[in-house]
Protein backbone atom coordinates (compact mmCIF):
# COMPACT_ATOMS: atom_id res chain seq x y z
CA UNK A 1 0.00 0.00 0.00
CA UNK A 2 2.79 2.37 0.85
CA UNK A 3 3.94 2.18 -2.87
CA UNK A 4 0.75 2.40 -4.40
CA UNK A 5 0.58 5.47 -2.10
CA UNK A 6 3.65 6.58 -3.59
CA UNK A 7 2.80 6.16 -6.83
CA UNK A 8 -0.58 7.97 -6.81
CA UNK A 9 1.09 10.79 -4.90
CA UNK A 10 4.02 11.68 -7.54
CA UNK A 11 1.23 11.09 -10.34
CA UNK A 12 -1.35 13.71 -9.18
CA UNK A 13 1.42 16.06 -7.63
CA UNK A 14 3.81 15.53 -11.12
CA UNK A 15 0.55 15.81 -12.90
CA UNK A 16 -0.45 19.36 -11.85
CA UNK A 17 2.63 20.97 -11.65
CA UNK A 18 2.51 21.18 -15.51
CA UNK A 19 -0.23 23.96 -15.61
CA UNK A 20 1.31 25.62 -12.36
CA UNK A 21 4.83 26.28 -14.55
CA UNK A 22 2.75 27.87 -16.99
CA UNK A 23 0.56 29.92 -14.68
CA UNK A 24 4.29 30.83 -12.36
CA UNK A 25 6.20 31.84 -15.45
CA UNK A 26 2.81 32.89 -17.47
CA UNK A 27 2.25 36.87 -17.91
CA UNK A 28 2.72 39.03 -15.09
CA UNK A 29 4.53 35.95 -13.33
CA UNK A 30 7.74 35.28 -12.79
CA UNK A 31 11.38 35.06 -15.60
CA UNK A 32 11.32 31.52 -17.02
CA UNK A 33 14.82 30.60 -15.29
CA UNK A 34 14.69 32.53 -11.95
CA UNK A 35 11.22 31.36 -11.67
CA UNK A 36 12.95 27.28 -11.77
CA UNK A 37 15.89 28.67 -9.36
CA UNK A 38 13.49 30.00 -6.74
CA UNK A 39 11.50 26.91 -6.77
CA UNK A 40 14.33 24.61 -6.02
CA UNK A 41 15.63 27.51 -3.60
CA UNK A 42 12.56 26.88 -1.62
CA UNK A 43 12.49 23.75 -2.01
CA UNK A 44 16.21 23.18 -0.44
CA UNK A 45 15.61 25.31 2.41
CA UNK A 46 12.51 22.88 3.71
CA UNK A 47 14.92 19.95 3.08
CA UNK A 48 18.26 20.76 4.39
CA UNK A 49 17.51 21.65 7.68
CA UNK A 50 15.41 18.28 8.07
CA UNK A 51 18.61 16.45 7.10
CA UNK A 52 20.54 18.40 9.50
CA UNK A 53 18.37 17.44 12.21
CA UNK A 54 19.09 13.98 11.29
CA UNK A 55 15.64 13.40 10.53
CA UNK A 56 16.66 11.98 6.51
CA UNK A 57 19.28 9.01 7.34
CA UNK A 58 21.16 7.42 6.69
CA UNK A 59 23.00 9.84 3.85
CA UNK A 60 25.62 9.39 0.84
CA UNK A 61 27.27 6.01 2.86
CA UNK A 62 30.95 7.41 0.66
CA UNK A 63 32.21 9.96 -1.77
CA UNK A 64 31.41 8.05 -4.70
CA UNK A 65 27.78 8.30 -3.67
CA UNK A 66 28.01 11.54 -3.19
CA UNK A 67 29.52 12.28 -6.58
CA UNK A 68 26.51 10.21 -8.73
CA UNK A 69 24.09 12.43 -6.39
CA UNK A 70 25.94 15.57 -7.78
CA UNK A 71 25.60 14.51 -11.40
CA UNK A 72 22.05 13.73 -11.24
CA UNK A 73 21.32 16.79 -9.83
CA UNK A 74 23.29 18.52 -12.78
CA UNK A 75 21.36 16.64 -14.86
CA UNK A 76 18.01 17.82 -13.14
CA UNK A 77 18.86 21.17 -13.22
CA UNK A 78 19.19 21.03 -17.21
CA UNK A 79 15.99 18.73 -17.50
CA UNK A 80 14.25 21.81 -15.86
CA UNK A 81 15.72 24.36 -17.29
CA UNK A 82 15.06 23.09 -20.72
CA UNK A 83 10.87 22.28 -19.47
CA UNK A 84 10.55 25.80 -18.21
CA UNK A 85 12.03 27.41 -21.72
CA UNK A 86 9.92 24.57 -23.57
CA UNK A 87 6.37 25.36 -21.55
CA UNK A 88 7.06 29.34 -22.85
CA UNK A 89 5.73 27.74 -26.42
CA UNK A 90 3.23 24.32 -25.11
CA UNK A 91 0.65 23.69 -22.98
CA UNK A 92 1.11 21.78 -19.71
CA UNK A 93 -0.74 18.68 -20.75
CA UNK A 94 1.29 18.93 -24.20
CA UNK A 95 4.56 18.82 -22.29
CA UNK A 96 3.22 15.71 -20.43
CA UNK A 97 2.79 13.70 -23.35
CA UNK A 98 5.60 14.22 -24.47
CA UNK A 99 7.07 13.22 -21.31
CA UNK A 100 5.47 9.66 -22.44
CA UNK A 101 8.57 8.88 -24.45
CA UNK A 102 10.49 8.78 -21.39
CA UNK A 103 10.12 4.75 -20.57
CA UNK A 104 11.70 4.35 -24.64
CA UNK A 105 14.53 6.35 -23.25
CA UNK A 106 15.29 4.71 -19.90
CA UNK A 107 14.36 1.12 -21.87
CA UNK A 108 17.43 2.02 -23.68
CA UNK A 109 19.68 3.01 -20.94
CA UNK A 110 19.03 0.23 -18.34
CA UNK A 111 19.82 -2.04 -21.22
CA UNK A 112 23.23 -0.38 -22.09
CA UNK A 113 24.33 0.23 -18.09
CA UNK A 114 22.39 -3.47 -17.28
CA UNK A 115 20.68 -1.93 -14.61
CA UNK A 116 17.79 -4.63 -15.10
CA UNK A 117 15.95 -6.37 -17.60
CA UNK A 118 13.38 -5.03 -19.89
CA UNK A 119 10.21 -6.79 -21.35
CA UNK A 120 9.28 -6.77 -24.80
CA UNK A 121 5.81 -4.88 -23.98
CA UNK A 122 7.82 -2.36 -21.72
CA UNK A 123 9.18 -1.26 -25.59
CA UNK A 124 6.30 -1.98 -27.77
CA UNK A 125 4.49 0.18 -25.17
CA UNK A 126 7.26 2.73 -25.27
CA UNK A 127 7.25 2.77 -29.00
CA UNK A 128 3.81 3.29 -29.44
CA UNK A 129 3.89 5.84 -27.48
CA UNK A 130 6.37 7.49 -29.45
CA UNK A 131 4.16 6.93 -32.67
CA UNK A 132 2.07 8.91 -30.75
CA UNK A 133 4.39 11.61 -29.94
CA UNK A 134 5.20 12.12 -33.44
CA UNK A 135 1.82 12.50 -34.73
CA UNK A 136 1.72 15.25 -32.32
CA UNK A 137 5.29 17.17 -33.05
CA UNK A 138 3.74 16.92 -36.76
CA UNK A 139 0.91 18.61 -35.72
CA UNK A 140 3.05 21.41 -34.11
CA UNK A 141 4.70 21.94 -36.66
CA UNK A 142 2.00 23.00 -38.26
CA UNK A 143 0.79 25.48 -35.84
CA UNK A 144 4.13 27.69 -35.37
CA UNK A 145 7.89 27.26 -35.33
CA UNK A 146 7.82 28.58 -31.70
CA UNK A 147 5.77 25.48 -30.31
CA UNK A 148 7.82 23.11 -32.66
CA UNK A 149 10.93 24.62 -30.71
CA UNK A 150 8.97 23.94 -27.30
CA UNK A 151 8.29 20.29 -28.33
CA UNK A 152 11.66 19.89 -29.13
CA UNK A 153 13.49 21.06 -25.86
CA UNK A 154 10.88 19.08 -23.78
CA UNK A 155 11.86 16.24 -25.75
CA UNK A 156 15.26 16.55 -24.50
CA UNK A 157 14.35 16.98 -21.03
CA UNK A 158 13.09 13.41 -21.15
CA UNK A 159 16.06 12.22 -22.49
CA UNK A 160 18.15 14.04 -19.22
CA UNK A 161 14.91 13.17 -16.99
CA UNK A 162 15.51 9.17 -17.84
CA UNK A 163 19.56 9.72 -17.47
CA UNK A 164 19.07 10.85 -13.79
CA UNK A 165 16.43 8.35 -13.05
CA UNK A 166 19.08 5.48 -13.59
CA UNK A 167 21.84 7.21 -11.90
CA UNK A 168 19.55 7.66 -8.77
CA UNK A 169 18.27 4.14 -8.98
CA UNK A 170 21.89 2.47 -9.48
CA UNK A 171 23.72 4.50 -6.66
CA UNK A 172 21.12 5.88 -4.37
CA UNK A 173 20.71 2.49 -2.45
CA UNK A 174 20.72 2.75 0.86
CA UNK A 175 20.18 6.29 1.76
CA UNK A 176 16.93 8.26 3.46
CA UNK A 177 14.74 9.34 0.66
CA UNK A 178 14.97 13.06 2.04
CA UNK A 179 18.39 12.84 2.20
CA UNK A 180 19.17 12.10 -1.28
CA UNK A 181 16.34 14.72 -2.61
CA UNK A 182 18.23 17.01 -0.16
CA UNK A 183 21.34 16.86 -2.06
CA UNK A 184 20.04 16.38 -5.29
CA UNK A 185 17.95 19.23 -5.11
CA UNK A 186 20.77 21.49 -3.31
CA UNK A 187 22.82 21.02 -6.67
CA UNK A 188 20.18 21.24 -9.04
CA UNK A 189 19.20 24.99 -7.07
CA UNK A 190 23.29 26.31 -7.45
CA UNK A 191 23.21 24.91 -10.75
CA UNK A 192 20.21 26.60 -12.18
CA UNK A 193 21.66 30.03 -10.17
CA UNK A 194 24.57 29.78 -12.15
CA UNK A 195 22.55 29.20 -15.36
CA UNK A 196 20.21 32.42 -14.39
CA UNK A 197 23.41 34.55 -13.75
CA UNK A 198 25.34 33.31 -16.84
CA UNK A 199 22.35 34.64 -18.86
CA UNK A 200 21.95 37.88 -17.23
CA UNK A 201 20.05 38.88 -14.23
CA UNK A 202 16.13 39.33 -15.07
CA UNK A 203 14.44 41.63 -12.26
CA UNK A 204 11.98 39.79 -10.31
CA UNK A 205 8.36 41.57 -10.11
CA UNK A 206 7.52 43.33 -6.85
CA UNK A 207 5.46 43.54 -5.39
CA UNK A 208 5.32 39.42 -5.84
CA UNK A 209 2.23 38.87 -7.97
CA UNK A 210 0.04 36.40 -6.24
CA UNK A 211 -1.25 33.76 -8.76
CA UNK A 212 2.15 33.10 -9.88
CA UNK A 213 3.60 33.06 -6.22
CA UNK A 214 0.99 30.64 -5.31
CA UNK A 215 2.36 28.23 -8.48
CA UNK A 216 5.72 29.02 -7.17
CA UNK A 217 4.77 28.02 -3.69
CA UNK A 218 3.02 24.96 -4.97
CA UNK A 219 5.72 23.87 -7.37
CA UNK A 220 8.08 24.12 -4.60
CA UNK A 221 6.49 22.40 -1.45
CA UNK A 222 4.86 20.04 -3.35
CA UNK A 223 6.24 19.60 -6.57
CA UNK A 224 9.66 19.01 -5.25
CA UNK A 225 10.05 18.46 -1.70
CA UNK A 226 7.27 15.77 -1.08
CA UNK A 227 7.18 14.68 -4.80
CA UNK A 228 11.01 14.05 -4.74
CA UNK A 229 10.84 12.41 -1.80
CA UNK A 230 7.98 10.36 -2.77
CA UNK A 231 9.69 9.59 -6.26
CA UNK A 232 13.05 8.56 -4.36
CA UNK A 233 11.24 6.79 -2.20
CA UNK A 234 9.75 4.80 -4.95
CA UNK A 235 12.43 3.88 -7.00
CA UNK A 236 13.96 2.16 -4.07
CA UNK A 237 10.91 -0.29 -4.58
CA UNK A 238 9.69 -0.96 -7.99
CA UNK A 239 11.74 -1.05 -11.64
CA UNK A 240 12.40 2.05 -13.29
CA UNK A 241 10.08 0.69 -16.14
CA UNK A 242 7.75 0.65 -13.58
CA UNK A 243 8.16 4.10 -12.06
CA UNK A 244 8.80 5.69 -15.76
CA UNK A 245 5.12 4.36 -16.15
CA UNK A 246 4.30 7.53 -14.60
CA UNK A 247 4.84 9.82 -17.56
CA UNK A 248 1.90 7.99 -18.89
CA UNK A 249 -0.71 8.96 -16.24
CA UNK A 250 0.37 12.51 -15.99
CA UNK A 251 -0.84 13.65 -19.62
CA UNK A 252 -4.14 12.44 -18.04
CA UNK A 253 -4.37 14.87 -15.17
CA UNK A 254 -2.67 17.24 -17.10
CA UNK A 255 -5.37 17.45 -19.95
CA UNK A 256 -8.03 17.44 -17.20
CA UNK A 257 -6.48 20.45 -15.75
CA UNK A 258 -5.49 21.98 -18.80
CA UNK A 259 -9.32 21.68 -19.91
CA UNK A 260 -10.85 23.81 -16.40
CA UNK A 261 -8.20 26.39 -16.38
CA UNK A 262 -6.79 27.18 -20.03
CA UNK A 263 -9.51 28.27 -21.91
CA UNK A 264 -7.31 29.47 -24.40
CA UNK A 265 -5.11 26.74 -25.17
CA UNK A 266 -7.02 24.44 -28.06
CA UNK A 267 -5.50 21.23 -29.56
CA UNK A 268 -5.79 20.63 -33.01
CA UNK A 269 -7.91 17.23 -34.17
CA UNK A 270 -4.27 15.16 -34.77
CA UNK A 271 -3.23 16.31 -31.51
CA UNK A 272 -5.78 14.40 -29.63
CA UNK A 273 -4.66 11.35 -32.02
CA UNK A 274 -1.49 11.79 -30.80
CA UNK A 275 -2.38 11.50 -27.22
CA UNK A 276 -5.39 8.28 -28.04
CA UNK A 277 -2.18 6.58 -29.53
CA UNK A 278 0.53 7.53 -26.68
CA UNK A 279 -2.41 6.22 -24.71
CA UNK A 280 -2.56 3.41 -26.44
CA UNK A 281 0.63 2.44 -25.47
CA UNK A 282 0.42 2.71 -22.32
CA UNK A 283 -2.04 -0.12 -21.95
CA UNK A 284 0.66 -2.61 -23.92
CA UNK A 285 3.06 -1.89 -21.24
CA UNK A 286 -0.04 -2.55 -18.53
CA UNK A 287 -1.90 -5.28 -19.90
CA UNK A 288 0.98 -7.41 -21.69
CA UNK A 289 3.41 -6.85 -19.00
CA UNK A 290 5.14 -10.51 -17.26
CA UNK A 291 3.06 -10.82 -13.55
CA UNK A 292 6.47 -11.60 -12.80
CA UNK A 293 7.53 -8.15 -12.98
CA UNK A 294 5.31 -6.59 -10.59
CA UNK A 295 6.90 -7.83 -7.23
CA UNK A 296 8.50 -4.99 -5.54
CA UNK A 297 12.21 -5.81 -5.79
CA UNK A 298 13.11 -4.24 -2.79
CA UNK A 299 11.77 -4.48 0.76
Known sequence: MKVVLAYVVCAVVWGTTWFAIRVCIGDGGYPTLPAAALRFTIAVAVLVPLAVA???????RDRRQLLWLVVAGLLNALGYGLVYSGEEH???ALAAVLFGTEPLA?????????TEHVHRSDLLGALIA?????????????VSRDQAAGVGLILLAVVVSGAY???????????????SAAVFLTVTTVALWAFVL???????????????????L???IFGSVIAFATYFYLLSRINLMASASLVFVLPIIALFVDAIWEDDVVLAGR???????????????????????APVIEA
Do not use: N
Not at 165 to 179: D, Q
Open 90 to 92: VSG
Open 271 to 293: TYLGIAITMAGVLVSVWLRPRAV
Open 218 to 220: YLA
Open 198 to 216: ARGWQPLPWPPPVKPTIAL
Open 54 to 60: GLARPGP
Open 165 to 179: AVIIKREASGMHPLA
Open 106 to 114: VALMVTVTR
Open 130 to 142: LCGVGVIFWDRLD
